[in-house]
């Protein structure tokens, strides 16, 4: 079984693919300025849960990339049913590979998935690029929440920084950091657990499958990982960034 066959398993019974809320992507959206008529870029989509909040709530039209065909799927039959297919398209693709406009977005979203470009500041400097000169950058990332990781796990996690270090990285882009939306404890809670629960129902349901084992694996190297270390040490918040383009004369900062 393929990675992505896990990733659908484990995220079946979820819609926003990430320890948020619906009533938090909506502030994602209002701190984004995002409205009618406005063009967003969603880079690693999923089943489109955040496009679709902001579609009904804000007027939005957009495209969301997803490299899984199953989130794709099912993104294309929400939004369908939602009556939102004229508005959102969806494409299938691994989202480095997608050629877009540049300069014509609004705002340029990549909600958990900046391991798409390798890390937080590649993230930046391929997705400023989508959005024009006043436009904004939403970026949902995880943190290290001190900086004595356990070595084991940080060795595991290369690219997470700790959040004086994300903020470097975005004035360095030319951005500054204009609000933080933290997942709660409850909100983790929540996104692991349905995980779990999806991977448990799939074991359930498959106890013959010749996949069980790396299955049952996944689910226990999961649920340890989280209880032993990411739990204790790594945060997630959706980070929305600002374009700074100059700064007073004279100013020292
Ligand atoms: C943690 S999920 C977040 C999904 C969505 N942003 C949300 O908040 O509901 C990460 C997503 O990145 C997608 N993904 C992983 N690698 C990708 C790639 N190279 N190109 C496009 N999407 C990718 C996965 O299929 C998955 O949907």
Redesign the pocket.
């Known amino acids: 079984m393929e990675f ?1 066959d896990l ?1 659908s398993i484990s ?1 079946r019974y ?5 320890p ?1 809320t619906p009533e938090k992507i909506i502030k994602l959206g209002k701190i984004l300025k995002l409205k009618k008529g406005n063009r967003v870029i ?6 489109a ?2 496009l679709t909040i902001w579609a009904e709530e804000f007027g939005i039209t957009g495209i969301g ?4 065909k199953d ?1 794709c799927d099912r993104a294309k039959k929400k939004l369908g049913g939602r009556r939102l297919s004229d508005q959102i398209e969806i494409v299938c ?4 590979d997608y050629v877009f406009e540049e300069g014509a977005f609004d705002a340029a979203t ?4 900046t ?2 470009w390798g890390g937080y500041k590649q993230t930046i400097q391929a997705m400023k690029r989508a959005i024009h000169q006043n436009g904004r950058l939403g970026i ?1 990332e995880t943190h290290w929440l001190s900086n004595q990781v356990n070595p084991e796990y940080a060795q595991k996690q290369t690219t997470t920084h700790t959040e004086p270090e994300l903020t470097q990285i975005t004035r360095d882009e030319g951005f500054e950091l204009e609000y933080i939306i933290r997942a709660s404890h409850n909100d983790w809670d929540r996104y692991i657990s349905d995980g779990w629960y999806g991977l448990i129902r799939w074991l359930e349901e498959n106890s013959t499958h010749p996949d069980y084992e790396q299955v049952f694996k996944h689910f226990r190297t999961d649920q340890d990982d989280y209880l032993k270390f990411q739990n204790q040490y790594m945060g997630w918040a959706m980070y929305c960034l600002a374009p700074m383009k100059s700064r007073p004369k004279g100013s020292q900062l």
């Open positions: 992505f990733m995220h979820m819609e926003i693919l990430n948020s969603d880079f690693g989509c999923g089943c849960e955040p990339i997803d490299i899984s989130f693709s691994p989202a480095d990549c909600i958990g998935a391991f798409i949902g």
